[in-house]
């Protein structure tokens, strides 16, 4: 297949990108480096430096014309969502609906897209939500990403799309950048193989589903093989405090460093953890990666870099 995947020099875009390529799919990579690394992009993948709202990315889908468009380019940051909410929803919403436009001129009918779990629930009635909790996004990232999710429905519904929205959970696993806001399991690693003392804020009983990068490309690639067309959790159900993913990466990077707490966030959920069993009788997906071996694998691919 000729698939191209937007956000591939990022942290799970890279990953899947590596898998497709794997399967002998044809990849191409639209990216604007803005946070992903052309070190990431595979050797057997082409990359076209561009901005996915540009002129640019449009002409690149145009002439390649994918059997797949696998959309992860995002501003993903929810804090400056919160601050700059029109930039949130020019690159989200607009720039997502640019590229759905280019597929239906060139027909491109196949379409996976990264949505979110946490950031579209809101603060959960029940634990774990299934994809019939309501959605109560707190912030404009969280809006957006559901409005794509509309957006996909209607290319479905009136112009004959099979799309795929998948709910990823918090992911984690390497080429995860240690220096954004977001990736918890990423700055943290970092910071306790430089011996700095990393900081939890609030008390760390705040809790998260942390799924392993490794099984949420399999979902993906499991999306494409099943045929599969709707919005789908992609979690592992387990509720892992702060603290308790903290104890795991002091384990696996040896060290004794205590946190430091910091006031918690404004806005930030205390408990999220998604129900993934839809995708597991759609498609038999099973998360395989037990939280420790994950965090031992991120753990040890950040010792082997200077990232
Ligand atoms: P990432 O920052 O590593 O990847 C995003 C990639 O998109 C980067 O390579 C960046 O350079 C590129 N990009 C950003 N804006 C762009 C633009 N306007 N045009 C072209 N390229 C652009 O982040 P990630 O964690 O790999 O996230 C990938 C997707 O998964 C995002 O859509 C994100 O919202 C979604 N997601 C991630 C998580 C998580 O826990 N990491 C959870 C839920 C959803």
């Known amino acids: 297949m000729r698939i191209l995947i937007t956000g591939g ?6 990953n899947i990108a590596d898998a497709f390529v794997a399967r002998g799919d044809e990849v191409l990579i639209v990216d604007d480096l803005s946070s992903g690394r052309e070190s990431n992009v595979p050797k057997a993948a082409r990359l076209v430096k561009a901005d996915v709202r540009s002129p640019e990315a449009r002409a690149a889908l145009e002439s390649f014309r994918p059997d ?3 959309h992860l380019a995002a501003q993903l940051d929810v804090r400056k969502s919160v601050d700059d909410p029109m930039f949130d929803a020019d690159v989200n919403v607009v720039g997502s609906l640019k590229l759905l436009e280019a597929c ?3 027909g491109t009918r196949r379409v996976l897209f990264a949505s979110t779990g946490g950031a579209i629930y809101g603060e959960q009635d ?14 404009p990232y969280g809006v957006a990403k559901l409005a794509v ?8 519904v009136v112009h004959g799309f099979r799309t795929t929205a998948l709910r990823f959970a918090n992911v984690y696993g390497p080429r995860q950048s240690p220096h954004g806001e977001a990736g918890v399991v990423a700055i943290f690693a970092r910071k306790l193989l430089n011996r700095e003392v990393p900081v939890i804020n609030g008390d760390g009983s705040q809790t998260r589903d942390f799924v392993f990068v490794g099984d949420v490309v399999r979902a993906n690639v499991l999306a494409i093989e099943k045929d599969l067309s709707g919005s789908f959790n ?4 387990v509720e892992t405090s702060v603290l308790e993913l903290y104890d795991s990466l002091r384990r696996a990077a040896g060290s004794d460093i205590a946190p430091k707490h910091a006031p918690g966030k404004l806005g930030e959920q205390m408990r999220s953890v998604l129900d993934a069993r839809l995708l597991e009788r759609h498609t038999g997906f099973r ?5 420790d071996d994950g965090i031992r694998a991120t753990v040890d691919y950040f010792r082997s870099t200077d990232v």
């Open 234 to 237: 992609v979690g592992t159900g």
């Open 68 to 70: 797949v468009l696998c």
């Open 149 to 156: 999710e509309h957006y996909l429905s209607y290319y479905t």
């Open 287 to 291: 998360p395989q990666t037990k939280l």
């Open 126 to 139: 029940v634990f774990p939500a299934d994809e019939t909790h309501p959605t109560r996004p707190m912030s």
């Open 104 to 106: 239906k001129k060139v």
């Open 9 to 14: 020099a990022g942290f799970i875009g890279s």
